[in-house]
């Protein structure tokens, strides 16, 4: 005997695929599946990606107005200004091999303000002998008004591959809070990227919880709807509460989301 109200029908009891189809388990375990497929594809792509880090910790070796009775000389000019040392790290993290020949807009280190740069040194480099990596000096990007003092620091080379990396140490004439960038244009890459720079341990950190949050964040949701599949909303608290678990697992994903593109936009310097 049933206690199915006379008149209406009797429920088929699901089978058993259908029970196992419907569980919430089973929506985590094929998005846990779908995210490492989507990482596995990010890895295979091949593409090439010139990446630069602009270290955040500059040194300044002489501070104006601190030093009176010194006078520092640059090809017959006195430096006046702050003299700041900066360095740059600049690599390939795309698996696609970056050549001269692919370079459609020239490759400069730029300055904010127009600045002098005393000295260009490259503290380490990855093969020299092959990527020969190297600032063109015969093409500066000066300011009309003053030829001394630049904008931006050409840089070629003859092949960059996976990991060639180089870091590069300028000695400018200006204030540690110049703005420093890198711009430029190769086949298939239409800008430079600035990385932000994490550990390889921070990075799986990322992972792991963007992988929870978004995996709890649908295992709520679809319990969500199931809920109120089974006794759907019929008073303003009902619907409230239904609202209000449905807006909770978004916002969950969404983290678990925010996750995973910090994930994907940093990177892990080559040379340290």
């Known amino acids: 005997m049933n206690n199915v109200p006379e008149g209406e029908a009797v429920p088929k009891p699901k089978k058993l695929w259908e029970k196992f189809g ?3 388990l089973l929506n985590i ?7 490492i497929g989507l990482i596995l594809y990010l890895f295979s792509i091949e593409k090439r990606e010139l990446c630069y880090y602009v270290y955040p910790n500059r040194s300044t070796i002489l501070k104006a107005g601190q030093i009176t009775n010194l006078r520092v000389l640059w090809r017959d000019y006195e430096i006046t200004n702050d003299l700041t040392v900066v360095h740059v790290q600049l690599w390939n993290r795309g ?6 020949t692919d370079i459609v807009e020239p490759v400069l280190i730029q300055f904010g303000n127009p600045v002098r740069v005393v000295e260009t040194t490259f503290r380490t480099m990855t093969r020299p002998n092959i990527t020969k990596i190297k600032v063109d000096g015969e093409n500066l990007l000066r300011i009309p008004e003053n030829t001394n003092a630049i904008v931006g620091l050409p840089l070629t080379w003859q092949i ?12 400018y004439e200006g204030s540690p809070s110049v703005p420093v960038k890198l711009t430029g244009a190769f086949e298939g890459q239409d800008r430079i990227v600035e990385k ?3 550990a390889k341990a921070d990075q799986w950190l990322f992972v792991f919880f963007g992988t929870v949050l978004c995996g709890f964040g649908l295992f709520l949701l679809s319990n969500v709807l199931r809920l109120n599949a089974k006794r759907p909303a019929k008073s303003w608290s009902d619907h409230v509460f239904f609202g209000f678990l449905f807006v909770l697992a978004m916002a969950i994903m969404v ?9 994907f936009s940093s990177a892990t310097l080559p040379l340290g």
Do not use: M
């Open 95 to 100: 698996k696609r091999a970056i050549r001269a």
């Open 29 to 35: 375990a094929g998005f846990l599946v779908g995210i």
């Open 22 to 24: 419907s569980h919430p």
């Open 255 to 263: 983290l678990g989301l925010g996750a995973f593109y910090t994930w």
């Open 196 to 198: 932000r720079v994490l």
């Open 160 to 171: 960059l591959e996976k990991n060639d990396a180089c870091i590069l140490q300028l000695i």
